[in-house]
């Protein structure tokens, strides 16, 4: 199945929801149990009629089997799956998004309206849905609630289909790759967990603009940290991708004429910036609970990249070794 892209609204813009957050793990917009159209249930009625709990080990994956195939072909652009009740929503003709819902052994045709917006679709078999029970006990683990929990496979961010477990009320969002592996939360104040996340948000790009680091400190501990690469895409675009603790990496993009230099992103040792986010409050003369943020970058004038590192008002640049320059 090849990926197609759609716009239609209004929306639910989870990527953006993100960026306007700085307080709260933002999480994409909890469903509510979907209304099935008055209509006869579809001859396709399910072979699995006799089970009805979707914890079942394998029979949230051959449900949603039967649903991709009552959709005759359509592109798929999500999915969602509570312990009771699936659902496949599709690009039927018009443009228009459609239904499949799975609830006690049934399929059933619904019309949603039009509440999706530049979906990208794809193929919910490729995806590991054999134990949605593990998933969302792990979610629960991870996000501290198992409230009406909701596993949904859509768009997070340019074209990047992900897994989510969500609850109602609202906790925080838990992540999953396709093969049913949790993208993991980070601690940046950690070398290795910094390393990871410097190198999602690198991804294949050796040259970059600017790196920076993000950490509270305090009772906020956690909440607002991210790390994040500046890279040209074009002459006079940016574009900054994002990789929050517990957000996998996201993009954004804006109009602007570099006035830096470009430079190679290996030079950095996540190591020191690691241990300069640890003693910035120290070395600046501020309280321990200090948000720190680290910003690596090299201005036209200077021979090599240098870190700018800023804490409580107060601010120290160093060489990449993290020795203090001097001014």
């Not at 979907?34 to 209509?39: G, H, K, N, Q, Y």
């Not at 602007?256 to 996540?270: G, K, R």
Request: proline residues 6%; contains cysteine; aromatic residues 4%.
């Amino acid at each position: 199945m090849t990926a197609r892209r759609f716009t239609l609204a209004p929306a639910i813009a989870l990527a953006g929801c993100l960026m306007l957050s700085s307080c709260a793990m933002p999480s994409p917009t909890a469903q509510s149990s979907p209304t099935t159209a008055a209509s006869t249930p579809s001859a396709s009625a399910s072979v699995l009629a006799a089970e009805s709990d979707l914890y079942s080990p394998g029979l949230a994956q051959q449900v949603v089997s039967e649903l991709v195939d009552a959709t005759g072909g359509e592109p798929i652009v999500r999915v969602v799956i509570s312990r009771t009740q699936a659902r496949v929503t599709y690009i039927g003709s018009g443009d228009r998004p459609s239904s499949m819902v799975w609830s006690n052994g049934v399929i059933t045709p619904s019309d949603d309206g039009t509440d999706l917006v530049a979906a990208t679709s794809f193929d919910p078999n490729t995806f590991d849905l054999s134990d949605i029970a593990a998933l969302f006990t792990e979610a629960a683990l991870l996000s501290g609630s198992n409230e009406k929990q909701e596993l949904q496979i859509n768009e997070y961010d340019h074209g990047q289909v992900l897994m989510t477990v969500t609850t109602t009320p609202e906790s925080s969002t838990v992540f999953f790759d396709r093969d049913g592996a949790t993208i993991p939360r980070l601690d940046l104040t950690d070398d290795a967990d910094l390393a990871a996340g410097l190198d999602d948000v690198y991804d294949t790009r050796l040259l970059v603009l600017q790196v920076g680091v993000t950490v509270s400190a305090g009772n906020t501990a956690g909440v607002g940290d991210q790390v994040w690469a500046d890279v040209v895409t074009t002459p006079d675009v940016v574009e900054r991708r994002i990789r929050t603790a517990t957000v996998p990496m996201f993009l954004t993009q804006r109009h602007e004429t570099p006035s830096n230099q470009q430079f190679d992103q290996t030079l950095i040792d996540p190591a020191v910036i690691a241990q300069l986010i640890r003693t910035a409050p120290v070395q600046l003369e501020q309280p321990d609970a200090t948000d720190v943020t680290i910003t690596v970058d090299q201005p036209n004038d200077a021979a090599a990249p240098q870190i700018t590192v800023a804490a409580g008002g107060q601010q120290m640049i160093t060489d990449l070794d993290g020795v203090k320059i001097e001014s």
